[in-house]
């Protein structure tokens, strides 16, 4: 059975409302890929991105992170409900800042996985153009397909 646990992290002054979902059999002495998987716009990280996407991952073995994107939800941050693409990508950050707080998350195996909209700020959260920030390494698209990695490297769990 999946774990799930409702978490926030920090973007800028407030906090982002996540759900964090853990693997069947989660030990916490091992270390797990994990995937962070984005809304589409107007949408909540309870629907597509976390119930659907999320909690299938999570049941093949990832550890997945579904979060309200900043103003919107149950996140923080204003003026609410706005669809800013800079601070949406910039939760991924964030977002990617949480997980490696967390021992039992392979900081070298974390991917993205955006739903709809979503997806265009998963993508750009990824690009090689963000390579110089320290983060950007360890981000790798995923399709929600078939989470296999659009990248060279691959990303078992």
Not at 32 to 37: D, K, L, M, P
Not at 134 to 139: E, G, M
Request: hydrophobic share 35%; net charge neutral; with cysteine.
């Amino acid at each position: 059975m999946t774990t799930i646990q409702s978490v926030t992290f920090k973007n800028r002054s407030w906090d982002v409302a996540a759900t964090l979902r853990l693997p069947h059999g989660f030990d916490p002495g091992k270390k797990y890929a994990a995937v962070i998987c984005a809304h589409p716009i107007s949408s909540c990280k309870e629907q597509t991105a976390g119930s659907i996407y999320g909690e299938g991952l999570t049941q093949a073995g990832f550890i997945t992170l579904a979060f309200d994107a900043s103003t919107q939800g149950a996140s923080g941050g204003t003026p609410r409900y706005s669809e800013d693409p800079g601070t949406r990508v910039e939760d991924f950050r964030c977002a990617v800042d949480y997980l490696v707080t967390l021992p039992y998350v392979d900081e070298e195996k974390i991917g993205v996985l955006g739903v709809c909209g979503g997806g265009g700020y998963a993508a750009n959260a990824a690009i090689p153009k963000n390579a110089s920030r320290p983060w950007a390494r360890w981000l790798q698209p995923t399709t929600a397909a078939c989470c296999a990695t659009v990248t060279n490297r691959p990303m078992p769990h």
